[in-house]
């Protein structure tokens, strides 16, 4: 039995408040960075890497095609405040002086895009929220490893406190800098082709939204490089004086991470010939 405009409308709305706090989006946001802060950094991997994603997967997998008439007529909101979401979090991240923080709202911003990009029901937006689920995934958990590592060997996470790692762990490093390029999206990364995917979908619905979105680009290369300079160069501190290079389990696997984003960034067509039947599959439910 089909279900009416009305009631299509108001079980939208409930679903979808649910998973905007999942992601989550703005301006169900509130609860992330404190958490992310908070937690033990494996449980925070877990948070970031897989579970907000369930959120979006909930929405591509339920909500579009549950209430097709509902997500048309309230597609724009639920792209409004993504798009806000977009802006605000990577402002925020502008202003932080702790890693944890940062990556937090870093994150928020990255899922914005991606909730925009579900909703304008473009296929080549959607192929690419498919593509970036993954993509940011890889990304965000190397954000965190390095992010432990400073913290377990320095007992901080204040940009304030650091300086000069770059002098006493160059591999660290790299490695800090290769997951930053990844953070920006930029090209020859696995982040560049979904968010240009996403973005060519948001474009495709609303100049003026993506135009907006848009500025997140410049703001996420602020906040990111800010990061990293402020960890990596400058003069040593007399907290980082002492400090030695990443080693062990969490070299190799931010080295593999590291390999995984160049192969990816580099040939992505693998991941998007994995994605677009369930793409072409969804869309056909919609309409």
């Known amino acids: 039995q089909y279900l009416t405009v009305n009631e299509q409308a108001f079980l939208f709305w409930m679903f979808f408040v649910a998973f905007a706090i999942k992601m989550p989006i703005f301006p169900f946001h509130t609860w992330q960075p404190d958490a992310y802060e908070q937690s033990p950094t494996a449980v925070t991997m877990v948070l970031s890497g897989v579970m907000v994603k369930m959120g979006l997967f909930a929405v591509v997998r339920w909500l579009l095609p549950m209430f097709p008439a509902a997500v048309t007529q309230f597609q724009g909101v639920a792209i409004l405040l993504s798009v806000a979401g977009i802006v605000y979090a990577s402002l925020i991240a502008m202003q932080q002086n702790d890693i944890k923080r940062l990556i937090a709202y870093s994150s928020i911003a990255h899922i914005g895009l991606m909730s925009a990009a579900i909703f304008t029901k473009q296929s080549v937006g959607l192929e690419g929220v498919m593509v970036q689920m993954f993509n940011h995934g890889v990304n965000v958990i190397g954000l965190w490893i390095i992010a432990d590592t400073i913290e377990q060997q320095l007992g901080t996470r204040k940009f304030s406190d650091l300086g000069g790692l770059a002098q006493k762990a160059p591999k660290m490093a790299i490695l800090l800098v290769v997951m930053a ?53 400058g003069n040593t501190s007399a907290i980082t004086e002492n400090a030695s290079d990443i080693k062990g389990g969490n070299s190799i696997m931010l080295a593999l991470l590291s390999v995984l984003i160049i192969v990816l960034g580099v040939w992505p067509q693998p991941m998007l010939d994995l994605t677009k039947a369930t793409v072409t599959n969804i869309l056909a439910q919609i309409q």
């Open 181 to 233: 390029f990844a953070n920006v999206a930029l090209p020859l990364t696995n982040a560049f082709v979904g968010e240009f995917l996403m973005f060519n979908g948001l474009f495709r619905y609303n100049i003026w939204m993506a135009v907006i979105a848009g500025i997140s680009i410049i703001l996420a290369a602020v906040y990111t490089l800010n990061m990293v300079q402020k960890v990596l160069y």
